[in-house]
């Protein structure tokens, strides 16, 4: 009887240790955390460390929108432009905003307010860092937009991360983009301060108002016109001397 009850004891101490739960150790709060980061905080430790980079803060005044969608930087209240890579310009909009004290680790322009940012860290915590593979700069979805009309008082001049002169800001954020050779042919009317009449294909959002120039001018009746793109300049009219001459040509 002694040996029935031993056994029946036994067989229920057993079987309530294989049916009570295992201990779980509890996970720890870097562990936890890691779990929850989304993939742009993630980016965040990236590949390399950028601490040896020098260090810059500013409040964002403005995205700089492209005329095909989305954003390739944003400019601080002082006026910097900062630039981030074609990869990470779809995780910048979603990170910062308007109104936001960043943190940033880049390289700055030796005289131009530019900033070429490897990494962001927004107020909240959150950040990106560039993985430095090179992308298109437009990706082949990316149409142009109807035609845009767009005048107001130059803010500032628009450069690129070359440092080289590509359109103009105005006062009221939008932004008209002309290439750094046009650029260059007009200087004279991308002077902050004077007022500027433009017009061009583009986009409008949310997150800003940009157009590639087809013609810009101090007033609507005084355009002129702008090769947009990686288009020639016009050539000479049908009919003239010079329009059977191929240029370069007679160096030949």
């Known amino acids: ?4 009850l031993s056994l029946s004891a036994a067989l229920l101490v057993s079987s309530v240790a294989v049916a009570a739960p295992a201990h779980k ?5 870097a562990e936890s955390f890691s779990a929850r980061q989304t993939h742009t905080e993630k980016q965040a430790d990236g590949v390399y460390d950028l601490s040896g ?3 810059f803060s500013g409040k964002v005044a403005q995205f700089l929108p492209s005329p095909h969608g989305g954003v390739f930087g944003l400019v601080l ?27 940033i680790r880049g390289l700055k322009g030796r005289t131009l307010p530019i900033i070429r940012a490897f990494g962001i860290t927004s107020p909240r915590g959150r950040g990106m860092q560039d993985n430095f ?15 845009l009309v767009l005048h107001g008082e ?17 006062k009221d954020h ?12 007009v200087a004279n009317l991308l002077t902050p301060g004077q007022m500027l009449y433009a017009v061009g294909t583009g986009s409008s959002g949310e997150l800003g108002t940009a157009i ?7 007033s609507a009746e005084k355009m002129v016109g702008i090769a947009v793109g990686d288009a020639p300049p016009p050539g000479p009219p049908a009919g003239s001397p010079a329009y059977d001459i191929i240029p370069g040509a007679e160096e030949h």
């Open 1 to 4: 009887m002694r040996y029935l």
């Open 25 to 29: 150790t509890p996970a720890s709060k």
């Open 53 to 55: 980079l020098p260090s």
């Open 77 to 103: 209240e002082d006026g910097t432009q900062v630039f981030v890579s074609p990869e990470q310009t779809h995780a910048l909009a979603g990170l910062v905003k308007p109104g936001d004290i960043i943190s």
């Open 133 to 147: 593979i090179a992308m298109p700069v437009h990706s082949t979805e990316m149409i142009a937009g109807p035609d």
């Open 154 to 170: 130059i803010w500032q001049q628009l450069y690129n991360a070359n440092g080289e002169l590509s359109g103009v800001i105005l």
């Open 174 to 185: 939008s932004v008209i983009c002309i290439t750094p050779r046009e650029a260059a042919r």
């Open 212 to 218: 590639d120039a087809r013609e810009i001018g101090t």
